[in-house]
Protein backbone atom coordinates (compact mmCIF):
# COMPACT_ATOMS: atom_id res chain seq x y z
CA UNK A 1 0.00 0.00 0.00
CA UNK A 2 1.37 3.38 -1.25
CA UNK A 3 0.64 6.87 -0.07
CA UNK A 4 -0.17 7.65 -3.35
CA UNK A 5 -2.84 4.98 -3.08
CA UNK A 6 -4.31 6.05 0.54
CA UNK A 7 -4.49 9.85 -0.88
CA UNK A 8 -6.50 8.96 -3.95
CA UNK A 9 -8.82 6.95 -1.93
CA UNK A 10 -9.85 10.39 -0.13
CA UNK A 11 -10.77 11.73 -2.94
CA UNK A 12 -13.48 8.60 -3.74
CA UNK A 13 -14.72 8.84 -0.49
CA UNK A 14 -17.48 11.09 -0.83
CA UNK A 15 -18.67 8.74 -4.05
CA UNK A 16 -18.15 5.33 -1.98
CA UNK A 17 -20.72 6.77 1.02
CA UNK A 18 -23.04 7.47 -1.83
CA UNK A 19 -22.76 4.16 -3.59
CA UNK A 20 -24.70 0.56 -1.56
CA UNK A 21 -22.73 -2.06 -0.50
CA UNK A 22 -23.73 -4.31 -3.17
CA UNK A 23 -22.05 -1.69 -5.96
CA UNK A 24 -19.04 -1.12 -4.35
CA UNK A 25 -19.14 -5.03 -3.87
CA UNK A 26 -19.49 -5.34 -7.66
CA UNK A 27 -16.39 -3.44 -8.71
CA UNK A 28 -18.13 -0.40 -9.48
CA UNK A 29 -14.56 1.34 -8.41
CA UNK A 30 -12.87 -1.31 -9.92
CA UNK A 31 -10.23 1.48 -11.04
CA UNK A 32 -9.49 2.62 -7.41
CA UNK A 33 -6.71 0.52 -7.19
CA UNK A 34 -4.87 -2.81 -5.64
CA UNK A 35 -6.79 -1.84 -1.92
CA UNK A 36 -9.98 -0.82 -3.28
CA UNK A 37 -10.11 -3.51 -5.62
CA UNK A 38 -9.10 -5.73 -2.86
CA UNK A 39 -12.05 -4.58 -0.58
CA UNK A 40 -14.45 -5.14 -3.51
CA UNK A 41 -13.46 -8.70 -4.08
CA UNK A 42 -13.65 -9.30 -0.31
CA UNK A 43 -16.99 -7.19 -0.03
CA UNK A 44 -18.57 -9.94 -2.91
CA UNK A 45 -16.82 -12.76 -0.57
CA UNK A 46 -18.61 -11.73 2.31
CA UNK A 47 -21.84 -11.12 0.92
CA UNK A 48 -22.19 -14.43 -0.87
CA UNK A 49 -20.83 -17.00 1.60
CA UNK A 50 -20.33 -17.31 5.74
CA UNK A 51 -16.92 -15.57 6.86
CA UNK A 52 -15.12 -18.14 8.97
CA UNK A 53 -11.84 -17.67 10.49
CA UNK A 54 -9.17 -20.30 10.71
CA UNK A 55 -6.48 -21.63 13.44
CA UNK A 56 -5.24 -17.99 13.86
CA UNK A 57 -8.47 -16.25 13.91
CA UNK A 58 -7.64 -14.78 10.29
CA UNK A 59 -11.20 -14.39 8.57
CA UNK A 60 -11.16 -15.73 5.21
CA UNK A 61 -13.41 -12.62 4.48
CA UNK A 62 -14.43 -9.54 6.17
CA UNK A 63 -13.34 -7.59 9.10
CA UNK A 64 -13.60 -8.95 12.82
CA UNK A 65 -15.83 -6.40 14.64
CA UNK A 66 -14.99 -5.94 18.70
CA UNK A 67 -14.64 -3.91 21.55
CA UNK A 68 -13.20 -3.80 25.10
CA UNK A 69 -15.98 -1.48 27.27
CA UNK A 70 -16.26 0.19 30.33
CA UNK A 71 -12.94 0.71 30.71
CA UNK A 72 -11.79 3.12 33.78
CA UNK A 73 -15.38 2.27 35.51
CA UNK A 74 -16.61 -0.08 37.67
CA UNK A 75 -18.65 -1.66 35.65
CA UNK A 76 -18.04 -5.58 35.14
CA UNK A 77 -16.49 -5.61 31.15
CA UNK A 78 -18.81 -8.52 30.32
CA UNK A 79 -21.95 -6.21 30.69
CA UNK A 80 -20.43 -3.39 29.53
CA UNK A 81 -19.52 -5.65 26.57
CA UNK A 82 -23.49 -6.17 25.91
CA UNK A 83 -24.62 -2.84 26.14
CA UNK A 84 -22.35 -1.78 23.94
CA UNK A 85 -23.39 -4.23 21.69
CA UNK A 86 -27.08 -3.39 22.00
CA UNK A 87 -26.70 0.15 21.59
CA UNK A 88 -24.38 -0.30 18.17
CA UNK A 89 -26.19 -2.91 17.04
CA UNK A 90 -23.88 -6.06 15.93
CA UNK A 91 -22.50 -8.78 18.75
CA UNK A 92 -18.57 -8.20 19.26
CA UNK A 93 -16.78 -10.83 17.58
CA UNK A 94 -13.88 -9.49 20.06
CA UNK A 95 -13.97 -8.77 23.33
CA UNK A 96 -11.31 -6.93 24.87
CA UNK A 97 -10.11 -7.86 28.48
CA UNK A 98 -6.68 -6.70 30.01
CA UNK A 99 -4.75 -9.14 32.97
CA UNK A 100 -1.43 -8.47 34.57
CA UNK A 101 1.11 -10.19 36.72
CA UNK A 102 -0.13 -13.68 38.78
CA UNK A 103 -3.74 -13.38 37.30
CA UNK A 104 -5.06 -16.58 35.72
CA UNK A 105 -7.27 -16.38 32.27
CA UNK A 106 -9.17 -16.42 31.34
CA UNK A 107 -11.26 -15.94 33.90
CA UNK A 108 -15.37 -18.01 34.15
CA UNK A 109 -17.08 -14.71 32.94
CA UNK A 110 -14.68 -14.23 30.24
CA UNK A 111 -14.80 -17.85 29.11
CA UNK A 112 -18.89 -17.52 29.31
CA UNK A 113 -18.78 -14.93 27.06
CA UNK A 114 -17.01 -17.18 24.47
CA UNK A 115 -19.70 -19.96 24.80
CA UNK A 116 -22.98 -18.37 24.01
CA UNK A 117 -24.65 -20.23 20.96
CA UNK A 118 -26.69 -17.21 19.70
CA UNK A 119 -23.64 -14.46 19.87
CA UNK A 120 -20.52 -16.19 19.58
CA UNK A 121 -17.33 -14.29 20.46
CA UNK A 122 -13.43 -14.79 20.73
CA UNK A 123 -11.33 -13.51 23.75
CA UNK A 124 -8.58 -10.42 23.09
CA UNK A 125 -6.65 -10.82 26.65
CA UNK A 126 -3.84 -8.23 27.39
CA UNK A 127 -1.24 -9.79 30.26
CA UNK A 128 1.45 -7.92 31.33
CA UNK A 129 3.56 -11.37 32.62
CA UNK A 130 6.15 -8.70 34.21
CA UNK A 131 3.84 -7.23 36.26
CA UNK A 132 6.20 -6.70 39.62
CA UNK A 133 9.34 -7.01 37.78
CA UNK A 134 11.15 -5.82 34.41
CA UNK A 135 11.09 -7.46 30.86
CA UNK A 136 14.50 -8.26 31.24
CA UNK A 137 14.03 -10.46 33.89
CA UNK A 138 11.01 -11.84 32.53
CA UNK A 139 13.26 -12.76 29.24
CA UNK A 140 16.12 -14.18 31.85
CA UNK A 141 13.50 -16.81 33.12
CA UNK A 142 12.93 -15.15 36.64
CA UNK A 143 9.12 -15.49 36.12
CA UNK A 144 8.75 -18.69 34.69
CA UNK A 145 6.92 -19.70 37.42
CA UNK A 146 4.26 -17.49 36.39
CA UNK A 147 4.27 -18.59 33.10
CA UNK A 148 3.87 -22.27 33.58
CA UNK A 149 1.07 -22.02 35.86
CA UNK A 150 -0.80 -19.73 33.26
CA UNK A 151 0.01 -22.60 30.52
CA UNK A 152 -0.89 -25.26 33.00
CA UNK A 153 -4.00 -23.42 33.46
CA UNK A 154 -4.72 -22.63 29.87
CA UNK A 155 -4.63 -26.41 28.57
CA UNK A 156 -7.21 -27.11 31.41
CA UNK A 157 -9.59 -24.57 31.30
CA UNK A 158 -9.46 -22.94 27.84
CA UNK A 159 -8.58 -24.30 24.54
CA UNK A 160 -10.36 -22.43 22.28
CA UNK A 161 -8.02 -20.36 20.06
CA UNK A 162 -7.92 -16.26 21.38
CA UNK A 163 -5.71 -13.26 20.93
CA UNK A 164 -2.89 -12.86 23.48
CA UNK A 165 -1.56 -9.25 23.62
CA UNK A 166 1.29 -8.67 26.11
CA UNK A 167 2.35 -5.73 27.72
CA UNK A 168 0.50 -3.20 24.98
CA UNK A 169 1.68 -0.29 24.58
CA UNK A 170 5.27 -1.11 25.68
CA UNK A 171 6.50 2.27 24.26
CA UNK A 172 5.27 4.16 27.34
CA UNK A 173 7.37 1.75 29.35
CA UNK A 174 10.22 1.57 28.11
CA UNK A 175 13.57 3.08 29.47
CA UNK A 176 16.59 3.17 27.14
CA UNK A 177 19.24 3.48 29.79
CA UNK A 178 21.23 0.35 29.55
CA UNK A 179 20.80 -1.80 32.42
CA UNK A 180 17.43 -0.12 32.86
CA UNK A 181 15.89 -3.90 32.21
CA UNK A 182 13.31 -2.05 30.19
CA UNK A 183 14.71 -1.26 26.91
CA UNK A 184 13.37 -1.90 23.66
CA UNK A 185 15.07 -5.17 23.18
CA UNK A 186 14.34 -6.08 26.89
CA UNK A 187 11.42 -5.99 25.64
CA UNK A 188 11.66 -7.78 22.43
CA UNK A 189 13.52 -10.25 24.55
CA UNK A 190 10.56 -10.67 26.94
CA UNK A 191 8.04 -11.61 24.29
CA UNK A 192 9.83 -13.61 22.64
CA UNK A 193 10.92 -15.99 25.94
CA UNK A 194 6.93 -16.06 27.10
CA UNK A 195 5.70 -17.02 24.03
CA UNK A 196 8.38 -19.49 22.92
CA UNK A 197 7.80 -21.18 26.70
CA UNK A 198 4.20 -21.22 26.68
CA UNK A 199 4.60 -23.03 22.75
CA UNK A 200 7.36 -25.15 24.59
CA UNK A 201 4.68 -26.31 27.41
CA UNK A 202 1.72 -27.32 24.81
CA UNK A 203 -0.45 -23.76 24.64
CA UNK A 204 -1.35 -23.83 20.90
CA UNK A 205 -4.91 -21.80 20.94
CA UNK A 206 -2.63 -18.55 22.09
CA UNK A 207 -2.84 -16.37 18.85
CA UNK A 208 0.09 -14.03 19.52
CA UNK A 209 -0.64 -10.34 18.97
CA UNK A 210 1.81 -7.23 19.45
CA UNK A 211 -0.57 -4.31 20.47
CA UNK A 212 2.20 -0.66 19.73
CA UNK A 213 0.90 2.78 20.89
CA UNK A 214 1.11 4.85 17.58
CA UNK A 215 2.70 7.72 19.29
CA UNK A 216 4.75 10.16 16.85
CA UNK A 217 7.28 10.69 19.43
CA UNK A 218 8.03 7.28 20.24
CA UNK A 219 7.24 5.99 16.31
CA UNK A 220 10.48 8.53 15.84
CA UNK A 221 12.56 7.53 18.54
CA UNK A 222 16.01 5.50 18.11
CA UNK A 223 14.63 2.48 19.56
CA UNK A 224 11.29 1.80 17.81
CA UNK A 225 11.91 -0.44 15.84
CA UNK A 226 13.97 -2.73 17.99
CA UNK A 227 10.61 -2.93 19.81
CA UNK A 228 9.47 -6.17 17.29
CA UNK A 229 9.96 -9.74 18.55
CA UNK A 230 10.11 -11.15 15.37
CA UNK A 231 7.86 -13.00 12.67
CA UNK A 232 8.19 -16.65 14.35
CA UNK A 233 6.48 -15.36 17.46
CA UNK A 234 4.19 -13.27 16.17
CA UNK A 235 1.02 -13.79 14.65
CA UNK A 236 -1.16 -10.39 14.25
CA UNK A 237 0.68 -6.71 14.39
CA UNK A 238 -1.34 -4.64 16.13
CA UNK A 239 -1.75 -0.98 17.12
CA UNK A 240 -4.15 1.15 19.64
CA UNK A 241 -4.34 4.78 17.74
CA UNK A 242 -6.97 7.19 18.78
CA UNK A 243 -8.66 10.60 16.94
CA UNK A 244 -9.54 13.81 18.03
CA UNK A 245 -12.53 15.15 16.77
CA UNK A 246 -12.01 18.88 17.18
CA UNK A 247 -11.60 20.34 14.26
CA UNK A 248 -8.23 21.16 13.88
CA UNK A 249 -7.01 19.72 16.71
CA UNK A 250 -3.94 17.54 17.98
CA UNK A 251 -4.98 14.30 16.52
CA UNK A 252 -7.27 15.26 14.48
CA UNK A 253 -8.30 13.38 11.27
CA UNK A 254 -9.69 10.40 9.81
CA UNK A 255 -9.34 7.11 9.88
CA UNK A 256 -6.60 6.65 7.42
CA UNK A 257 -4.80 9.32 10.02
CA UNK A 258 -5.16 7.36 12.81
CA UNK A 259 -3.39 4.13 10.76
CA UNK A 260 -0.63 6.06 9.07
CA UNK A 261 -0.55 9.08 10.56
CA UNK A 262 3.16 10.94 10.75
CA UNK A 263 5.31 13.94 11.78
CA UNK A 264 5.60 14.83 7.87
CA UNK A 265 9.26 15.51 7.74
CA UNK A 266 10.19 11.65 9.25
CA UNK A 267 8.13 9.64 6.79
CA UNK A 268 11.37 8.40 5.34
CA UNK A 269 12.26 6.98 8.55
CA UNK A 270 8.89 6.13 9.60
CA UNK A 271 5.93 6.18 6.97
CA UNK A 272 3.48 5.24 9.22
CA UNK A 273 1.83 2.08 11.05
CA UNK A 274 0.03 0.58 8.32
CA UNK A 275 2.60 1.21 5.68
CA UNK A 276 5.22 0.04 7.99
CA UNK A 277 3.15 -3.27 8.76
CA UNK A 278 2.34 -4.24 5.65
CA UNK A 279 6.11 -3.64 3.96
CA UNK A 280 8.07 -4.55 6.55
CA UNK A 281 5.85 -7.51 7.57
CA UNK A 282 4.07 -8.25 4.48
CA UNK A 283 1.63 -11.05 4.79
CA UNK A 284 0.77 -10.33 8.75
CA UNK A 285 -2.87 -9.07 9.61
CA UNK A 286 -3.05 -6.10 11.00
CA UNK A 287 -5.16 -5.62 14.19
CA UNK A 288 -6.92 -2.45 15.83
CA UNK A 289 -6.56 -3.51 18.85
CA UNK A 290 -7.59 -0.42 20.54
CA UNK A 291 -9.22 2.77 18.22
CA UNK A 292 -11.30 5.85 19.52
CA UNK A 293 -12.53 8.91 18.71
CA UNK A 294 -12.65 11.69 21.57
CA UNK A 295 -13.71 15.58 21.32
CA UNK A 296 -11.70 17.84 22.70
CA UNK A 297 -13.72 20.95 21.64
CA UNK A 298 -14.26 23.60 24.30
CA UNK A 299 -18.05 22.49 23.45
CA UNK A 300 -18.81 19.05 22.33
CA UNK A 301 -20.17 19.21 19.03
CA UNK A 302 -22.22 16.09 17.92
CA UNK A 303 -21.32 16.14 14.56
CA UNK A 304 -17.85 16.31 14.78
CA UNK A 305 -17.56 12.56 16.50
CA UNK A 306 -19.93 11.56 13.78
CA UNK A 307 -17.81 13.34 10.73
CA UNK A 308 -14.69 11.48 11.84
CA UNK A 309 -16.70 7.95 12.12
CA UNK A 310 -18.55 8.67 8.81
CA UNK A 311 -14.40 8.08 7.21
CA UNK A 312 -13.93 4.58 8.71
CA UNK A 313 -15.97 2.55 6.05
CA UNK A 314 -13.96 4.36 3.33
CA UNK A 315 -10.58 4.36 4.72
CA UNK A 316 -11.06 0.55 5.76
CA UNK A 317 -11.71 -0.15 2.18
CA UNK A 318 -7.97 0.57 1.20
CA UNK A 319 -6.42 -0.80 3.93
CA UNK A 320 -6.98 -4.40 2.89
CA UNK A 321 -4.57 -5.98 5.44
CA UNK A 322 -6.82 -4.64 8.62
CA UNK A 323 -8.44 -7.89 9.32
CA UNK A 324 -9.88 -6.67 13.26
CA UNK A 325 -11.40 -3.77 14.55
CA UNK A 326 -11.59 -3.03 18.32
CA UNK A 327 -13.21 0.13 19.94
CA UNK A 328 -12.27 1.20 23.32
CA UNK A 329 -14.70 2.84 24.95
CA UNK A 330 -14.64 4.48 28.16
CA UNK A 331 -16.46 8.00 29.32
CA UNK A 332 -13.00 9.52 30.63
CA UNK A 333 -9.75 8.19 30.09
CA UNK A 334 -6.53 8.81 32.01
CA UNK A 335 -6.63 12.42 30.21
CA UNK A 336 -10.62 12.93 30.82
CA UNK A 337 -11.60 12.24 26.83
CA UNK A 338 -14.97 10.77 26.71
CA UNK A 339 -14.38 7.70 24.00
CA UNK A 340 -18.29 6.92 24.05
CA UNK A 341 -19.37 6.47 21.40
CA UNK A 342 -23.03 7.65 22.29
CA UNK A 343 -22.04 10.95 23.55
CA UNK A 344 -24.26 12.62 21.49
CA UNK A 345 -27.23 11.44 19.35
CA UNK A 346 -25.11 12.11 16.41
CA UNK A 347 -21.65 10.09 17.24
CA UNK A 348 -24.47 6.96 17.73
CA UNK A 349 -26.27 7.44 14.70
CA UNK A 350 -22.97 7.79 12.70
CA UNK A 351 -21.07 4.42 14.67
CA UNK A 352 -24.09 2.33 14.13
CA UNK A 353 -23.27 2.74 10.49
CA UNK A 354 -20.16 1.37 10.86
CA UNK A 355 -21.48 -1.21 13.16
CA UNK A 356 -24.12 -2.46 10.38
CA UNK A 357 -21.48 -2.69 7.57
CA UNK A 358 -21.71 -6.52 6.47
CA UNK A 359 -17.90 -6.99 6.32
CA UNK A 360 -18.22 -7.37 9.91
CA UNK A 361 -20.38 -10.68 9.49
CA UNK A 362 -17.61 -12.46 10.28
CA UNK A 363 -17.92 -15.99 12.77
CA UNK A 364 -15.79 -17.40 15.21
CA UNK A 365 -17.56 -20.05 16.50
Same mark, same amino acid.
Given at each position: &?? !????????????????????????????????????? *??? *????????????????????????? #?????????????????????????????????????????? @???????? =???????????? #???????????? *?????? $?? @? *???????????? !?? =???????? $???????????? %??????????????????????????????? @?????????????????????????????????????? $?????????????????????????? %???? %??? &??? @???????? #?????????????????????????????? !?? /????????????? $? /??????????? #???????? /?? %?
Amino acid at each position: &MT !FATLNSDRIRRAVRRLLPFGVLAAGVLAGAGTGQAAF *AAD *AATAAGSQCTVNAKLVPSCGVLWGA #AAGGFSDVARDEALKTFERKTGRTAAIYHTYHKGNELFPTKD @EVAMTADP =VKPRTLMLNWKV #AYGSTWAKVAAG *AQDARI $DK @E *AAYLKANFTKPF !FL =VLHHEPEN $DVNPKAGSGMTA %KDFAAMYRHTILRLRAAGVTNAVSTIAYMNY @EKWNNSPWWADLYPGDDVIDWIGVDSYLNAQPGGFHSG $DFTSLMNRTTGNQTSKYPGFYTWATT %KHPG %KPV &MVA @EWGVYDSS #AKVAGVNKANVFDTVLGDLAAMPAIKGLVY !FE /TARDQSGHDIRVD $D /TPQALTAFQRI #AADPRFAV /TV %K
